[in-house]
């Protein structure tokens, strides 16, 4: 079965930078575009950035600029580059496969697997 690990998260402070990896099997991982969300204490989970399989991204604006999403086909592995951290980064970052049956690619509901989430807490 399709399985999505995260790794990479902890406690940092404002201004830190924090890599976050996701390690994909039981899917043919070069077809499928990849995708992190975010869920704070309290609000909805939200997009947060995405790597196509052609190898074209696409970001929140709120982490335009400070964040970067990236691939390995080789590896199965997407990973998330955080930098210049704020406290309102602070979440849950959860690695996602977009499906391939299409959609808006900001909205959960176009993600057929998940991974289970990691941690990601700045203080200031």
């Known amino acids: 079965q399709v399985q999505l690990v995260e790794s990479g998260g902890g406690l940092v402070q404002a201004g830190d930078s924090l890599r976050l990896s996701c390690a994909a099997s039981g899917l043919t991982f070069m077809r499928f575009a990849m995708a992190w969300f975010r869920q704070a204490p309290g609000k909805e989970r939200e997009f947060v950035a995405i790597t196509w399989s052609g190898g074209g991204t696409n970001y929140a604006d709120s982490v335009k600029g400070r964040f970067t999403i990236s691939r390995s086909n080789a590896q199965n592995t997407i990973n998330l580059r955080m930098n210049s951290l704020k406290p309102e980064d602070t979440a849950v970052y959860y690695c996602?496969?977009?499906?391939?049956?299409?959609?808006?690619?900001?909205?959960?509901?176009?993600?057929?697997?998940w991974g289970q989430g990691t941690q990601v807490t700045v203080s200031s």
């Open positions: 996602a496969a977009y499906s391939r049956r299409g959609g808006a690619y900001s909205r959960e509901e176009s993600y057929d697997y």
